[in-house]
């Protein structure tokens, strides 16, 4: 099966996606931290097996926002929110086990964090946790997921060493790897390539293409032109508002609102001439 970039799509937790059904969604959401209110009347659907771009001025919640699809909020100090966040109907702060979630709603970040173990075990560790595979698989696991994003070759001959002996990028090429290595139903990418140099960036985004529809994706970036050439739809947020949200061609030929226009065209403060 192809996707609309053409390339082959794959099939995760035995299960063929239904285009265009939402795997996420977010309903009257209100976000804070404290006394200070984040984000506000944020209403989205995440549409199944799409690739799905956040995109605002520095300081909009974006990252507020991604991190509380999967609870990655909850410990830091007087976060609240209000409203709902669902995962295929289900309500994320309902019934079900944080950790769970964090399998089923992977997240890579904006700087690399490896654990402090090997760089196979890096990769197996979620595995491991959630018993997924038996011990004698680990290895195949960690070859097919450091394949995948391109590090097999620079690794394959130590993977009992530290990755903190890795670049910076390959850290986070191994941390996208140890992302999928669960099998997510769907990944956060918090400006996920902003560490990498232009060969790793095309990629992964050929390798989150690849991925879809088998996977729905969320990422964070303020690279517009990466928005535009990755991702099927897009949401601008700016202070806190969701200001529009649409297929991510339609917005950047003929946006609605004049904020997104002038955001897209490159100015500063999209509402400076209002």
Sequence with gaps: MQDQHGTDTLVLNGRRPVDG???????????????????????????????????????????TFLRSLNRMNDKVRGFWNRGTI??????VHGDIDPLVLRRRVGMVFQRPN????????????????????????????????LAEVGLWSAVADRL??????????QQQLLCLARALAVEPEVLLLDEPTSSLDPRSTEAVEELLRRLTPGLTVIIVTHNLA?????????????????????????????????????????????????
């Design 21 to 63: 059904q939402p795997v996420m969604a977010a309903r009257d959401l209100a976000l804070g931290f404290g006394s200070t209110t984040v984000m506000r009347d944020i209403t989205v659907d995440f549409p199944r097996g799409s690739i799905t771009a956040l995109v605002g001025p520095s300081g909009s919640g974006k990252t």
């Design 86 to 91: 669902t995962l295929e109907g289900q309500d």
């Design 114 to 145: 490896p654990f402090p173990m090997s760089i196979q075990d890096n990769i197996v560790s979620g595995v491991r946790a959630h018993r997924m595979a038996r011990r004698s698989d680990f290895r195949d696991i960690a070859e097919t997921r």
């Design 160 to 169: 009992g060493d530290s990755p903190f002996r890795l670049s910076g990028g």
């Design 226 to 274: 990466q928005a535009k050439r990755l991702s099927d739809d897009m949401i601008f947020f700016y202070e806190g508002r969701l200001v529009e949200t649409g297929k991510t061609a339609q917005m950047f030929d003929s946006p609605e609102r004049s904020e997104t226009a002038r955001y897209l065209l490159g100015e500063a403060d999209p509402v400076s001439h209002r």
